[in-house]
């Protein structure tokens, strides 16, 4: 029987950013602030990150200003 495989939703909150970059939620919240993190979006109230935007911020390899 093979296993089956985890798969990343194409929307992320927060906290799964924050567990994906290493940086805290309070760090994500100051760069959303400075329009200098991963881009994200608003649906309603709710913070979300598409998980493509953040794999290319990563590897674009953008520091924290």
């Not at 985890?6 to 970059?21: G, R, S």
């Not at 979006?41 to 979300?48: D, N, P, S």
């Amino acid at each position: 029987m093979t296993k089956p495989t985890a798969v990343m939703p194409e929307y992320l909150t927060a906290q799964q950013v924050a567990q994906m970059t290493g940086f805290s939620l309070k760090s994500l919240e100051a760069m959303r602030h400075k329009r200098n993190g991963p881009p994200y979006l608003k649906v309603g109230t709710r913070v979300r990150y598409r998980a493509d935007d953040v794999r290319a911020w990563i590897e674009k390899g953008e520091r924290v200003r």
